[in-house]
């Protein structure tokens, strides 16, 4: 059995509906799967609904509910929130909140670009009428290479989007610990993403990691394809050492060329079996 515990949908900035992300799934034989879609939880209900027709089909597919919340200095630090309840009345509000003033960025960066020359077609970027879809700097981004000025997302967020560069906007967020007693209200089992994208020294990432776990934070995304071998030990110690559960996934969103590839077990994640039973503990817990 596989499993991918961090995938994205149409829902934020992933370029697959959560029927093709199931389809998809089956396709690769993944048989658990979460559906993390950046401060939104509008594609779980179609996520569910996917995977349970397929089980009704006779392919297992399990579909844990899930989201990911920016948080922190300009979003910099994401909490995933396994188990999460879709209908809870603060965090949907809180969501809403930030997609609007995402897109409202979005917008201006936008015109940012035009600033220095590149007209960005509205045709090429999300409609701002369609419910529930998000505008993130990913679909500028990918604006960019459909207009062949760079050639992958990487390349746009290093020229243009990242911090410091001429399509920069800055965006507020709630801080990280408001995010993970937030998840923890909605019933979900609040995990650090993507640990190594923080890009903080050794010496800084765990008191960093112990403070959330202060919070409320039950675990870290110890596996993922932002960290290699000797990174994925350093963040398992971490882990290991202070109680905090491990989960993993490929950060799916589907883009050509990209590393992530859907049900791809990120390097040395050797006992995941153990990893998700102790999740499905957590989320019943909190559940």
């Excluded at 995402?102 to 701002?128: F, K, N, T, W, Y």
């Excluded at 000025?149 to 911090?163: G, K, M, S, W």
């Excluded at 202060?214 to 971490?238: C, T």
Aim: hydrophobic share 40%.
């Amino acid at each position: 059995m596989a499993l991918d515990l961090h995938a994205h949908s149409t829902f934020s900035d992933g370029l697959l509906s959560p029927q093709a992300l199931c389809a998809l799934a089956q396709k690769k034989q993944v048989h658990v799967i979460a559906l993390c879609d950046h401060d939104t939880t509008d594609g779980l209900f179609p996520m569910a609904q996917a995977a349970q027709e397929l089980v009704q089909q006779g392919y297992p597919l399990r579909s844990i509910a899930s989201v990911e919340l920016s948080a922190g200095e300009d979003g910099r630090t994401h909490i995933l929130g396994y188990g999460v309840d879709p209908a809870h009345e603060a965090l949907r509000a809180s969501c809403a909140a930030l997609r609007h003033k995402r897109a409202s960025r979005g917008l201006q960066m936008v015109e940012a670009l035009r600033d220095i020359g590149i007209e960005v077609p509205q045709a090429l970027l999300p409609s701002m009428d369609s419910q529930g879809q998000a505008f993130g700097r990913p679909h500028i981004a990918r604006a960019l290479i459909h207009m062949g000025i760079v050639h992958t997302v990487d390349q746009a967020f290093d020229r243009y989007l990242n911090e410091g560069r001429p399509g920069y906007v800055p965006l507020a967020h709630q801080t990280a610990s408001e995010a993970v007693a937030l998840l923890r209200e909605a019933g979900a089992v609040p995990v650090l993403a993507h640990p190594l994208r923080l890009h903080l020294s050794p010496e800084l990432l765990e008191p960093l990691i112990l403070s959330l776990r202060d919070a409320g934070l039950m675990g870290v995304e110890v596996f993922h394809p932002s960290a290699g071998r000797r990174d994925g030990h350093h963040l398992l110690g971490i882990a290991q050492r202070n109680g905090l559960l491990v989960t993993g996934g490929s950060d799916f969103h589907g883009d050509r060329g990209a590393r992530a590839k859907l049900g791809g077990l990120p390097t040395g994640w050797q006992h995941w079996q153990e990893d998700l039973a102790a999740l499905e503990e957590a989320m019943a817990r909190c559940g």
